[in-house]
Structures are given as structure tokens and as C-alpha cells.
T-cell receptor
């Protein structure tokens, strides 16, 4: 997973509970991303961060907040979890190559909201 | 809005066969296209990336082609093995005029290689 770690691996929440998903990279890259993956929907971008201290909304940001306090970590927070947020969440980093850019993904966090 | 489609959603083939996975996209103004592999319960692993100016890329038994004008890409797997069983996702990358990057994923093809 190219140095991208996510915690926790699994989480079960009750509706209305809050939690923070953590993502960390050890490769000193600027851009980091949070996606959710749902059956039949593909991966959808929730938020991204082009650099430390900056964040931008993706395709499905509602119900989430993010924080990029340093270059290494990018966290995703659910303030009041809903069953619709049951999903697998992936963090990714963008790696700049000589000719192009590519993304590397973490192992994912499987979240169930009851 | 870019839409990426992968058909079929699932595919089973006997071991040793060559096979082709398909990916189509609606907006041909892409920066590049990437094929990923995802094993059950795991994250995504990048397999091949094709720049918009390229026609194909090869890595071992994998060959990915890109026809940007028709909005199609294929992933060819030669001499399939049981270890190739996984879900294969394609994703197209677009860069906006403001430099914002957007990666749009297909829903994937779940491949099963039958020993």
C-alpha cells in the first residue's frame, strides 16, 4: 500500500455517534484523498487535500469533515453517523512521477453504522 | 459529467485462457487512465497507467490499451491464473483548467479464474 496506513480497520457505530478515521503516509507527498466505496457505485471522492493546511470538497462531502494539520496525516470525521455512511473508506496519496501522476491507496476502513 | 462503465460486472473463465476486460468513459478529455486490482477486503493496487497520448502499456501478462477518441480502454490478461482472481477497476483522471484533479472510477469487473 505504498506507505499509506489507515486506522481502524473495522468499526461499528450506532446512529448519531461520532468518530474519526485516521490516515497517515510516510512518503512526504502533498496530495491526499478520502474515498468511499459502495456496492455498484464505484469509489467516490469525499474530500481531498492538495497540501498541508488546505482541504477541498469532493463529490460526496455531506456529513463529513476533514483535517490536514500536517503533511503526514489526513483525518476524516463523522460528527453524527448515519446508516447511509456504512461503507468502506479508502485514503489515497498522489505520487508525482517523471511523466505522470498516480494514486496509491491505503488498505481501507470498513465502517458499519447501525 | 464523466461516467465510467465496466461491463461485465462479473466474469468467470477457466485457467489458462486469455481474457479482455472492458472500460468505457463518456468524456474523452482525460489526462490518463489507470487500471487497479482489488482483492476482497483489501485496498486498491495500481496495475497499469496509460497517458492520454499513449495507446497501450504492458506489464508482464497484462496489456492495457486506450482509444481516447472512442472512450474505451481494455485490459488484456494472458494465460490467466487462479491468482488473477480479483476485482479490476479502471479510473480516468481529468485535470481542470484550474489545476484540480478528478479521478472517476468504474464499478469494476469481478474476475474469477476457475482452476
Amino acid at each position: 500500500n505504498a506507505g499509506v496506513t489507515q486506522t481502524p480497520k473495522f468499526q461499528v457505530l450506532k446512529t448519531g455517534q461520532s468518530m474519526t478515521l485516521q490516515c497517515a503516509q510516510d512518503m512526504n507527498h502533498n496530495s491526499m484523498y478520502w474515498y468511499r466505496q459502495d456496492p455498484g457505485m464505484g469509489l467516490r471522492l469525499i474530500y481531498y487535500s492538495a497540501s498541508e493546511g488546505t482541504t477541498d470538497k469532493g463529490e460526496v462531502p455531506n456529513g463529513y469533515n476533514v483535517s490536514r494539520l500536517n503533511k503526514r496525516e489526513f483525518s476524516l470525521r463523522l460528527e453524527s453517523a448515519a446508516p447511509s455512511q456504512t461503507s468502506v473508506y479508502f485514503c489515497a496519496i498522489k505520487v508525482r512521477g517523471a511523466n505522470t501522476d498516480t494514486q496509491y491507496f491505503g488498505p481501507g476502513t470498513r465502517l458499519t453504522v447501525l | 459529467k464523466q461516467e465510467v462503465t465496466q461491463i461485465p460486472a462479473a466474469l468467470s473463465v477457466p485457467e489458462g485462457e486469455n481474457l479482455v476486460l472492458n472500460c468505457s468513459f463518456t468524456d474523452s478529455a482525460i489526462y490518463n487512465l489507470q487500471w487497479f486490482r482489488q482483492d476482497p477486503g483489501k485496498g486498491l493496487t495500481s496495475l497499469l497507467l496509460i497517458q492520454s497520448s499513449q495507446r497501450e502499456q504492458t506489464s508482464g501478462r497484462l496489456n492495457a490499451s486506450l482509444d481516447k477518441s472512442s472512450g474505451r480502454s481494455t485490459l488484456y490478461i494472458a494465460a490467466s491464473q487462479p491468482g488473477d482472481s480479483a476485482t479490476y477497476l479502471c479510473a480516468v483522471r481529468r485535470i481542470s483548467n484550474f489545476g484540480n484533479e478528478k479521478l472517476t472510477f468504474g464499478t469494476g469487473t469481478r474476475l474469477t479464474i476457475i482452476p
